[in-house]
């Protein structure tokens, strides 16, 4: 028997068990399957544009990506997940309502350290000058109900826990809104769907109303430049969703790779051994572990804050741009992501579920689903065939599968059934109502007899139940 079938009577493994780092890591090292970068190693790509400049990009209908983003020059004070407290977001929403024909927006420049950064389409100079003059005050506009105490009347610009810019825009909120309304009334609703369209938004650093367009037809983006007012004030991010692998399901991997691309919710693909062995970040030496470290600090000094997953901190893959950590605990896998934008890593979120089982990543144009056996037709040791239940996990609007069901691929060996099913996304949009299950009858090529029936798609393969029930032999 080989090694990957001997686990098969063996409880799930959780990543999390393994003993974390194998000693000092220095140098270029290899985690995920991809080399890290060292700190300070490589030429880092420069700021996307100068400090001040509004962004204005190519001419006409821009893909977003080409279009760059207005930046600040300043260096915050920010974390990577804290907001500023509600008593400065009063003073600034208060300030930004004083103006309303030149307010173009605020957020918060987590590239730049985490800047609050508010655009005016005039001069900036005079807005800066006054923003940073500012004390709080009882009449400011409440953010949260009911608003907090004033506990610092400082001016703003003496504050020093928060950094405030003020540029040029090239749109006030009030001209945003005046345009995409002309830009949905010179596209009826129908040709808006023809075109891909899957949803809007205004980016503000790229001073653009972004749409998203989902398999746009040939000829799609030039028809909407020559329809729209301006295209200048509008890019697009394309979607392109891949086919689907021809010819039947083959997913699971050969019986006798003992260490397959596994991953886990929030995680890249890595190799079964580096998520269930993953380093310690105390053995890796990269500016994005040294970003996890300052949120980590930062999020137990800030009571009133959002805590971090809890557990030992590992890394999970570091390549050239993105980083992605893990909290191992008893109880769950949290993961954090990092990326790096510009000349910084920035902390780009984080999230906790239950203890990870790691799963075989599925081929582009596919799709998890659950699988389980049908509580109304159990398997006896004589039948041919198997009756289970197969419900898409994503989003899609309560859709039935129909032909959008692939497998099952069926696998037999004489000690078990390893079945695997997948499922062809929706393209774009949906909503999260919950998915019916749809009932699949499995043929086996002999008697079932003793063998156990597990998901395939799971390492080690995992053993299917009914409903929760945790008997998954044939009895």
């Known amino acids: 028997m080989n090694s990957a079938l001997a686990l098969l009577a063996v409880a799930v493994l959780v990543a999390g068990c393994?003993?974390?780092g194998s000693g000092d890591v220095a140098g270029d090292v290899v985690v995920g399957g991809k080399e890290l970068v060292p700190a300070g190693g490589s030429e880092l790509v420069p700021p996307t544009t100068k400090p001040w400049d509004v962004p204005a990009g190519p001419t006409g209908l821009a893909r977003c990506e080409?279009?760059?983003?207005?930046?600040?020059?300043?260096?915050?004070?920010?974390?990577?997940?804290?907001?500023?407290?509600?008593?400065?977001?009063?003073?600034?929403?208060?300030?930004?309502m004083e103006h309303p024909d030149t307010f173009?927006?605020?957020?918060?420049?987590?590239?730049?350290?985490?800047?609050?950064?508010?655009?005016?389409?005039?001069?900036?100079?005079?807005?800066?000058?006054?923003?940073?003059?500012?004390?709080?005050?009882?009449?400011?506009?409440?953010?949260v109900d009911p608003p907090p105490p004033i506990t610092d009347d400082r001016p703003l610009g003496e504050r020093d826990d928060v950094v405030i810019d003020v540029v040029q825009v090239?749109?006030?909120?009030?001209?945003?809104?005046?345009?995409?309304?002309?830009?949905?009334r010179s596209i009826p609703r129908e040709d808006w769907?023809?075109?891909?369209?899957?949803?809007?938004?205004?980016?503000?650093?790229?001073?653009?109303?972004?749409?998203?367009?989902?398999?746009?037809?040939?000829?799609?983006?030039?028809?909407?430049?020559?329809?729209?007012?301006?295209?200048?004030?509008?890019?697009?991010?394309?979607?392109?969703?891949?086919?689907?692998?021809?010819?039947?399901?083959?997913?699971?991997?050969d019986l006798n790779e003992e260490d397959p691309l596994v991953s886990c919710p929030g995680t890249p693909p890595v190799r079964y051994s580096q998520m269930i062995d993953p380093p310690s970040i105390d053995d890796v030496d990269h500016p994005a572990v040294d970003v996890l470290r300052a949120e980590l600090q930062a999020a137990g000094r800030d009571p009133g804050g959002e805590p971090l997953p809890r557990g030992r901190w590992v890394v999970i893959s570091i390549d050239s741009d993105r980083a992605t950590f893990a909290a191992l605990s008893a109880s769950g896998f949290g993961v954090a992501g990092i990326e790096r934008s510009g000349d910084r890593w920035i902390f780009t979120g984080e999230a906790s579920g239950g203890p990870c089982e790691p799963t075989i990543p599925l081929p582009a144009g596919l799709a998890r689903v659950e699988v389980r056996l049908d509580a109304n037709s159990m398997p006896d040791p004589g039948d041919t065939s198997i009756h289970v239940l197969v419900t898409e996990q994503g989003c899609a609007s309560g859709r039935e599968?129909?032909?959008?069901?692939r497998?099952?691929?069926?696998?037999?060996?004489?000690?078990?059934?390893?079945?695997?099913?997948?499922v062809v996304p929706v393209?774009?949009?949906?909503?999260?109502?919950?998915?019916?299950?749809?009932?699949?009858?499995?043929e086996l090529s002999e008697p079932l007899g003793d063998r156990w029936i597990y998901d395939g798609l799971h390492f080690p393969p995992k053993p299917l139940t009914a409903d929760g029930d945790p008997q998954t032999s044939s009895e």
């Not at 930046?71 to 977001?89: F, K």
Request: with cysteine.
């Open 407 to 422: 497998g099952p691929q069926v696998i037999e060996t004489d000690e078990a059934v390893l079945v695997a099913f997948a």
């Open 66 to 96: 080409d279009v760059p983003e207005l930046r600040s020059q300043l260096e915050g004070e920010l974390s990577g997940r804290r907001n500023p407290d509600h008593i400065v977001e009063g003073v600034l929403a208060t300030y930004a």
């Open 193 to 253: 769907r023809s075109f891909g369209l899957d949803g809007t938004g205004y980016d503000i650093k790229r001073q653009r109303v972004t749409l998203y367009l989902v398999n746009p037809p040939e000829g799609a983006l030039a028809e909407i430049a020559e329809r729209i007012p301006d295209p200048s004030a509008v890019c697009v991010e394309v979607t392109r969703t891949p086919q689907p692998p021809e010819g039947p399901l083959a997913v699971i991997p």
């Open 104 to 143: 173009g927006g605020r957020w918060i420049d987590r590239a730049s350290g985490g800047v609050l950064v508010l655009g005016f389409t005039d001069d900036p100079e005079p807005h800066r000058a006054a923003i940073l003059q500012r004390r709080p005050t009882e009449d400011d506009y409440p953010v």
């Open 170 to 184: 090239r749109f006030s909120e009030a001209e945003v809104e005046a345009m995409r309304d002309r830009m949905w």
């Open 401 to 405: 599968m129909g032909e959008a069901l």
């Open 18 to 20: 393994g003993t974390g």
């Open 427 to 442: 393209a774009g949009m949906a909503t999260c109502p919950g998915n019916p299950s749809t009932a699949v009858t499995v």
